[in-house]
């Protein structure tokens, strides 16, 4: 199990919430049975953020992360600084 707190500011720190998709990743990678809940008050920005990280750092083009998440999750918002704070970490993360 993984908790990440995670606040409303788009400005949080990646070193808040970058231990989750890794986690997630392995644990999906490890196991192609396994699932993983990413859960937040509304579901519509923090958890739909770790969905898109969790999406990209298993190979899903930025595209088709999002596109997955808005087919599954119609409520979703796409917060734009959060991609691109995910954007940032993963150039940081995926050397």
Request: glycine letters at 6%.
């Amino acid at each position: 199990m993984q908790r990440t707190p995670l606040t409303t500011d788009a400005r949080s720190p990646a070193s808040l919430w970058s231990g989750a998709p890794p986690f997630a990743a392995t644990v999906l990678g490890d196991d192609p049975h396994a699932g993983v809940l990413i859960h937040c008050q509304q579901g519509r920005r923090e958890s739909v953020m770790l969905a898109y990280a969790i999406l990209r750092l298993r190979g899903r083009g930025a595209q088709r992360a999002a596109h997955r998440i808005r087919t599954h999750r119609r409520k979703a918002v796409l917060v734009p600084v959060y991609l691109d704070n995910v954007e940032q970490w993963l150039r940081r993360y995926v050397r």
